[in-house]
């Protein structure tokens, strides 16, 4: 029996709601809060006669902690799963820690406004100390660990898919399959096709970001930096067939680097088709992808959230979106003194997940590892004080969890990705 609070209620929170309400018995009461309160109510309305949780909705602004505040006093969870946006993690870990609750959440800290003077101070030491240019990582939440620890509050950071499930197989490959893991390369393959010219699979503002920043790699200690997707490789996806991907800096580099010992390398590639390439070089060519704001007609607007009102919203993409994900890691290493190869991976289906959960399969990949941090914490599996990334928590009553839920996991012995 537990309460959970959900913040956010776009593609990803409303994949985490259903698979709440598929285990009443660990989520015997939910409430979905956000800007958008009538979003919650549609949510609500759909399942509520479907599930034994009991569902009740709040309108709340999570940039705002004494909203925050209230809302939790009021509600009383045992944890709250962040599936907002990554500009809103510093709010919600500030509240959490407020009201004496666990925190969960799929994506690290990034600044809305990347202009912003005091936050810009401090990236710019970071990148000349660290050598990489990425404006989201770990740091801003890593320096709530203490406060965490103090208050004996877990907070469990990147429970997605990646990071999230990719960094749990990176545990259960250390646990099971390596003595010594020395390459990573974390595998994003979108082979669905949703029909239009250009869209993304999730909240645009975001994903257009991550795409269009300077690329890094982690290797023999350091970070490499590389120009937006300067490099390229093919792979022959189980179950997809051969694609395109491109390597981006992706934030489980950052811990995996700190939590996998002697690992030599870790790289993240994504699948991109070309229309979405040629679109995203035009926007980003005439400003559209800009965060900063100017005066359109006498008003402010922000041209990247100008453009993500233009572009189809994520959540309707589920009815169209034909075709497979396939999302893993390939891991190098030594086992028993002998090399080793191996291949973990999960493929998920566009039109299985749309007609069990009414989403396309990259929502459905989040929101289910999204419900099964949060699982795993109100059921005691991995409490534990202080702020953690998955990879650090045991890896097996996640992955029996997700099997459960509906993103089983493959092996294949003989991968190669050719460098
Ligand atoms: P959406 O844009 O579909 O949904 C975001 C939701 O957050 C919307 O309901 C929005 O409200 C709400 N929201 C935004 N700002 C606020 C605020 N200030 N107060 C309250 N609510 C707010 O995004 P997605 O569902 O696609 O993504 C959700 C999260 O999942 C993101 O952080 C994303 O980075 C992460 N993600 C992680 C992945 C992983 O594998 N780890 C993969 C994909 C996504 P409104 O409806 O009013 O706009």
């Given at each position: 029996m537990g309460k959970l609070l959900i913040i956010g209620c776009g593609g990803v929170a409303g994949v985490a709601v259903h698979k709440c309400c598929q285990n009443s018995k660990t989520f015997s009461e939910i409430c979905i809060a956000s800007r958008t309160k009538e979003k919650c109510d549609a949510l609500k309305e759909k399942l509520q006669n479907t599930t034994d949780t009991v569902i009740t909705t709040a309108k709340v602004d999570a940039d705002k902690v004494d909203e925050l505040t209230a809302l939790i006093r009021e509600y009383k969870p045992d944890a709250v799963l962040n599936v907002?946006?990554?500009?809103?993690d510093l709010t919600i870990m500030d509240a959490c820690l407020a009201c004496g609750v666990d925190y969960i959440d799929t994506a690290n800290y990034e600044p809305?406004?990347?202009?912003?003077k005091e936050w810009r101070a401090i990236y710019e030491k970071r990148c000349k100390e660290e050598g990489f240019t990425a404006y989201f990582d770990y740091s801003w939440q890593w320096a709530y660990r203490e406060k965490f620890e103090k208050a004996g509050l877990t907070a469990l950071l990147g429970?997605?898919?990646?990071?999230?499930v990719t960094s749990v197989f990176t545990a259960y490959a250390l646990k099971h399959?390596?003595?010594?893991?020395e390459t990573i390369d974390i595998l994003d393959c979108?082979?669905?096709?949703?029909?239009?010219p250009f869209a993304t699979n999730f909240n645009p503002e975001i994903n257009l970001r991550e795409v269009s920043a300077n690329g890094s790699y982690w290797e023999n200690g350091h970070w490499v930096e590389t120009k937006p997707m300067e490099i390229k490789r093919e792979y022959d996806f189980p179950q997809v067939g051969k694609k395109d991907m491109y390597l981006l800096h992706h934030e489980e580099i950052e811990s995996l680097a700190k939590n996998?010992?002697?690992?030599k390398r870790i790289r993240f590639f994504m699948t991109f088709g070309q229309s979405y390439l040629t679109h995203m070089k035009c926007l980003e060519d005439v400003g559209m992808l800009s965060t900063s704001p100017i005066m359109y007609e006498g008003r402010e607007i922000v041209p990247i959230q100008f453009l993500k009102a233009l572009l189809?919203?994520?959540?309707?993409l589920g009815p169209r979106t034909v075709g497979k994900t396939n999302i893993g890691c390939i891991f190098t290493g030594k086992k028993d003194g002998k090399e080793k190869t191996i291949y973990i991976y999960n493929v998920c289906d566009h039109q299985e997940c749309y007609r069990e959960v009414?989403?396309?399969?990259v929502s459905y990949t989040t929101g289910v590892p999204a419900m099964c941090g949060a699982l795993m914490l109100l059921t005691g599996k991995?409490?534990?004080?202080g702020v953690y990334t998955?990879?650090?928590?045991?890896p097996d009553p996640f992955l029996d969890a997700l099997d459960q839920y509906g993103l089983p996991r493959s092996e294949n012995r003989a991968p190669v990705l050719v460098d």
């Open positions: 907002a946006l990554p500009y809103q809305e406004d990347t202009d912003d429970s997605g898919f990646d990071p999230g399959y390596f003595d010594e893991i979108n082979g669905g096709d949703h029909g239009y996998v010992p002697g690992v189809p919203d994520p959540a309707s009414g989403s396309q399969a991995w409490n534990k004080p998955v990879e650090e928590l045991d």
